[in-house]
C-alpha cells in the first residue's frame, strides 16, 4: 500500500518553529517531486514549497519565503519542511504530497499521492 504520513505538527507560538516531516512507505520518494500544500478553515488549498527529485530545484510560496525551507533525504525515504518564524496565518492542516511528473509550479492537479495531513497551530 502506496503511503505518504506527515508527522511534526502541533501547536507553537508565534515566531516559533516547527520541523514537518513526510516518510514513505510502499514506494521510494526518488523519483517522485514532493509538494507540501496547506488548507486552512474554509479556504482552498495552497501550495506551499515543493522539491525535485533530486533535491536540486525548489519553490516556495512567497507567503512562507525566508522562514520555510524544503529539504530531502532520499536514503531515508523522508521529506522535511523547516518552518521558522511562523505566525498566525500560517495556522492550517500541512499535506505532503507526491508527483511523478510535477512541475515546480505547486499546481495540486500535479500530484498523485497525499497524505493525510497534520495540524499546524500557530497561536499565543
Known amino acids: 500500500q502506496l503511503q505518504l504520513v506527515e508527522s511534526g505538527g502541533g501547536l507553537v507560538q508565534p515566531g516559533g518553529s516547527l520541523r514537518l516531516s513526510c516518510a514513505a512507505s510502499?514506494?521510494?520518494?526518488?523519483?517522485?517531486?514532493i509538494g507540501w500544500f496547506r488548507q486552512a478553515p474554509g479556504k482552498e488549498h495552497e501550495g506551499v514549497s515543493c522539491?525535485?527529485?533530486?533535491?536540486?530545484?525548489?519553490n516556495y510560496a512567497d507567503s512562507v519565503k525566508g522562514r520555510f525551507t524544503i529539504s530531502r533525504d532520499n536514503a531515508k525515504n523522508t521529506v522535511y519542511l523547516q518552518m521558522n518564524s511562523l505566525k498566525p496565518e500560517d495556522t492550517a492542516v500541512y499535506y505532503c504530497?507526491?508527483?511523478?511528473?510535477?512541475?515546480?509550479?505547486?499546481?495540486?492537479?500535479?500530484?498523485?499521492?497525499w497524505g493525510q495531513g497534520t495540524q499546524v497551530t500557530v497561536s499565543s
Open positions: 522539491i525535485s527529485s533530486s533535491g536540486g530545484s525548489t
Open positions: 504530497t507526491a508527483g511523478a511528473i510535477a512541475t515546480m509550479a505547486l499546481r495540486p492537479d500535479e500530484y498523485d499521492y
Open positions: 510502499g514506494f521510494t520518494l526518488d523519483y517522485y517531486a
